[in-house]
T-cell receptor
Framework: DQQVKQNSPSLSVQEGRISILNCDYTNSMFDYFLWYKKYPAEGPTFLISISSIKDKNEDGRFTVFLNKSAKHLSLHIVPSQPGDSAVYFC???????????FGKGTKLSVKP | KAGVTQTPRYLIKTRGQQVTLSCSPISGHRSVSWYQQTPGQGLQFLFEYFSETQRNKGNFPGRFSGRQFSNSRSEMNVSTLELGDSALYLCASARQGRGTDTQYFGPGTRLTVL
C-alpha cells in the first residue's frame, strides 16, 4: 500500500508560468515532508522541506504548501525555467520506521 | 566538500550471481541509507546503517544485506540475483539520519541482471 502518492506521472509547463506538483499521503504520523529533484544519471537532490507544524515554506522560486487535514502537499515553482525540467519526488518521514518514504515521482518538462 | 560517491556506476550480472555495491558518505556523516529505484515502484527504502549497526530495514527479502564500516563507508550485497533486481541503487548519507537531518544522495549504481 502506497503511503505517499504522486498521481501525476508527468507535467508540462511553459517557461515563465507556474508549475504545481502534488503529493498525497495516508499516514497521519508523518511529521516531515521533503521534495527532491532528480536529473537523469544523477542521484536525487534535496530541494525544500516542511515540518508538519507549518503550512507553508518558501525558498526563492520554490514554495511548499502543506494541508494536514487533506493529507496533501504541493510544490509550486514560480516562474518555471527550462532548467527545472527533472523528475520531482515527494518524500515523507516519521511514523513507526523513521525512514524516508518516497512517491513515484512526477516528471516536469518546462518548455521554452 | 566531496559528495556521496558510489562504485561501481554500472554493473551487468547474470541470474544467480551475487553483487556488492559500495557507498562512501560525506565526511562526518554517520548515517547511510540504501534505496532501490525502479520505473514501476519508484524509490524504495532498503535499509539504514548508523555507527556500523543496521538501524532500520525496509520490506526486502534476506537476499539484500548490507554493512557499515568504522569509517562510515557502507556496502550492500545482493545474493542469488533475479531479473527483477535490475534497478538503480542509490545510497544517501546524513549526519545523524533523524528528524530534519537532510539526506544527500550519491549518483547511484545501475545494476542490470540478464
Amino acid at each position: 500500500d502506497q503511503q505517499v502518492k504522486q498521481n501525476s506521472p508527468s507535467l508540462s509547463v511553459q517557461e515563465g508560468r507556474i508549475s504545481i506538483l502534488n503529493c498525497d499521503y495516508t499516514n497521519s504520523m508523518f511529521d516531515y515532508f521533503l521534495w527532491y529533484k532528480k536529473y537523469p544519471a544523477e542521484g536525487p537532490t534535496f530541494l525544500i522541506s516542511i515540518s508538519s507544524i507549518k503550512d507553508k515554506n518558501e525558498d526563492g522560486r520554490f514554495t511548499v504548501f502543506l494541508n494536514k487535514s487533506a493529507k496533501h502537499l504541493s510544490l509550486h515553482i514560480v516562474p518555471s525555467q527550462p532548467g527545472d525540467s527533472a523528475v520531482y519526488f515527494c518524500a515523507a518521514e516519521g511514523g513507526s520506521q523513521g525512514n524516508l518514504i518516497f512517491g513515484k515521482g512526477t516528471k516536469l518538462s518546462v518548455k521554452p | 566538500k566531496a559528495g556521496v560517491t558510489q562504485t561501481p556506476r554500472y554493473l551487468i550480472k547474470t541470474r544467480g550471481q551475487q553483487v556488492t555495491l559500495s557507498c562512501s558518505p560525506i565526511s562526518g556523516h554517520r548515517s547511510v541509507s540504501w534505496y532501490q529505484q525502479t520505473p514501476g515502484q519508484g524509490l524504495q527504502f532498503l535499509f539504514e546503517y548508523f555507527s556500523e549497526t543496521q538501524r532500520n530495514k525496509g520490506n526486502f527479502p534476506g537476499r539484500f544485506s548490507g554493512r557499515q564500516f568504522s569509517n562510515s563507508r557502507s556496502e550492500m550485497n545482493v545474493s542469488t540475483l533475479e531479473l527483477g533486481d535490475s534497478a538503480l541503487y542509490l545510497c544517501a548519507s546524513a549526519r545523524q539520519g533523524r528528524g530534519t537531518d537532510t539526506q544527500y544522495f550519491g549518483p547511484g549504481t545501475r545494476l542490470t541482471v540478464l
